[in-house]
């Protein structure tokens, strides 16, 4: 049974300090059933704090989702258990809204005809559309192994190498600013011959409200024949 209640657990559950007073867990507790609670509290009493993600049920039956951190200590004798609850709810929404949008994502980026790759904030490669293995003739794990390495050149339109260490992805992190129209050669084994050329746009991901950006998203369309053309001309 409860021994003691927050005025806070009264607001979220709807009850009076009374009849939580009153009450057995079993009663509030809406995921774990009795036998799944006493194995709990076992592994609590005889371990180390434990947390946990439940449901939690209010006085009017509806039913929220919480994160507790469970705890035991000795009093008069007596083991009890400390529950300190948070209510989750808007962070589980946040977390289904971020589920759907990376769903809509994918499923634009997958038809899409140019290639499109998404880095991290740490500038590393987390996502590429099948249009990207196409053009790049390398499956989504060789591109990350390739990019991690320093096995591969890049060219300027001019046909001048970019300097060493000069990376569009650790510019735009860095500048938080987008790019648009670079025209790349890539020599990805470095035999100083140019196997592609790509004009890439580029531009910060950033979460709503924040100045840094925390990815950037890359698009890439193969000029390489349009380039040999425009040279014959």
């Known amino acids: 049974n409860l ?4 005025d806070q657990a009264c607001l979220s559950l709807g009850y009076s300090r009374e009849e939580l ?7 509030i507790e809406a995921a774990y059933d009795s036998v799944q609670l006493s194995s709990i509290w076992t592994s609590v009493r005889y371990g180390t704090p ?11 039956g509806s039913e929220f989702p ?23 709810s808007e962070r589980k929404k946040a977390d289904s809204a971020l589920r759907e949008s990376e769903e809509r994502y994918r499923s634009v980026v997958t038809t ?36 991690g390495s320093e096995g591969w050149s890049a060219y300027r339109d001019s046909g001048r190498k970019f300097p060493a260490g000069w990376n569009p992805v650790s ?12 025209v790349m050669g890539f020599d990805f084994d470095k035999d100083s011959e140019v196997e592609i050329w ?13 100045k840094t950006p925390s990815g950037v998203v890359m698009t890439l369309t193969d000029v390489t024949e349009k380039r040999k053309v425009t040279q014959a001309l």
């Open 66 to 88: 919480v994160e507790i951190r469970l705890g035991s200590f000795s009093m008069q004798n007596k083991t009890l258990f400390l529950t300190l609850v948070r209510d989750i």
């Open 50 to 60: 434990l947390t946990l993600e439940s449901l939690y049920r209010r006085k009017d």
């Open 3 to 6: 021994v003691e209640v927050t």
């Open 198 to 210: 790509l004009e890439v746009n580029i531009s910060p991901v950033r979460w709503e409200g924040s």
């Open 112 to 147: 899409m005809r140019e290639g499109v790759v998404l880095f991290d904030h740490s500038g590393k490669l987390v996502a590429s559309n099948p249009e990207t293995e196409k053009i790049l003739k390398k499956n989504h794990a060789e591109l990350v192994e390739m990019l």
């Open 171 to 182: 510019l735009t992190l860095k500048k938080a600013r987008a790019y648009e129209k670079i």
């Open 21 to 27: 007073l009153e009450m057995s867990i079993l009663e």
